[in-house]
């Protein structure tokens, strides 16, 4: 699987123009203010705007015409050579912020054959073909689903994955089904673009999720808080719970699981441990975005983690040892998390 991820203007002037794309410029930052990334104006302009994209490489047994492709070029882990490679797309979100949305409106669409299908066998420019999810493996219905394996390769290896080995795929089972309502929605939108000859026609939209009462507090998590706390684990009551996207948040999906890792955890008072009640769960969008954190400072980490310019200065490692504030100070964004490096590091 390949992910990309594209940012309007608005967004990306906001990061330019505040320094937010280091970390030394997001510490600066953050001594005095919040990160606010713009909403719409109610006129022409839109508020921040950001789309993620899951790529699967084409496969001999896919129909290539049921898919949406593109030559990417992308880095082979085994050889550290770019290479094109067919790339089909598989799920896709939409983030946007508004004035209503302060937390943001998600929607989340994905492939319809991720993870069934509708027909086992279909007829294709006149052929027979086997139709088979992309996903899911309907002939080991009793293997665990949505579990990350183990790397296959030393430690040593910073991505901890061979292409050459990674030969057996992950068998995905979506945890909770499309609601209804948006079924008979994806049913009416995919006729209209199967009349224009879309390739669209073979996506669907599994939901969107946006703040129901956009100034209702969140609830901190701690023992004895859950459900309430996995409801309401951001501000704004958000609906619905639960929405999360096959293709990137698959190992999110274990259903039955102790409730503290959908809580806030670093809102916890004092003494106080993590909600260990079993409760049903996957995460959501809005959920796992508002763990994002932007750089506040930074910390000394033991000998051995830095390295030394050639004025002797220390440089720390990727900018490993920044301190992330609290949930929420990205104001919902990891790219600022997962995208910036320190200013000493050439990297």
Sequence with gaps: ????????????????????????GQAEFLRDKQIDFP?????????????????????????????FVRTGTVMNQDTGKFEPRELALV????????????TWIWSTFEHVDNVRVKEPELVVDGRLVQHRPSFYNPD????????????????????????????????????????????????????????????FQYYELIGTQWPSRPAAPAIPGGEGSAPESIIRKTTGEVLPVYLTNMTMETYFQKGVQPAGP???????????????????????????????GATIGFRTLPNGQFRRDDQGRKIPILGENANFGL??????????????????DPN
């Design 1 to 24: 699987m390949r992910y990309e991820v594209v940012l309007n203007d608005v967004e990306y002037n906001y990061i330019v123009e505040n320094k937010l794309y280091n970390q030394e």
């Design 39 to 67: 909403a719409n104006d109610g006129t022409t302009r839109h508020g921040a705007i950001e789309v993620k994209f899951a790529w699967k490489e084409i496969g001999p047994n896919d129909i290539r015409s049921h898919f």
């Design 91 to 102: 799920g896709m979100h939409i983030a946007m912020r508004t004035h209503s949305s302060p």
């Design 140 to 199: 080991l219905p009793t293997e665990v689903p949505n579990m990350l394996p183990a790397p296959n390769v030393p430690a040593a290896n910073p991505t901890g994955w061979s292409e050459a080995l990674t030969t057996t795929p992950v068998q995905v089972v979506r945890v909770i089904p499309i609601d209804p309502s948006t079924e008979t929605l994806n049913t009416a939108v995919q006729s209209l673009l199967a009349r224009e000859g879309s390739v």
């Design 262 to 292: 959908l809580e806030q955890d670093d809102r916890l008072a004092p003494g106080m441990s993590p909600d260990k009640t079993p409760v049903f769960g996957t995460e959501s969008c809005v959920g796992c975005h508002y763990s994002a």
């Design 327 to 344: 949930n929420g100070n990205a104001n919902y964004s990891w790219l600022l998390q997962i995208e910036a490096r320190s200013t000493a």
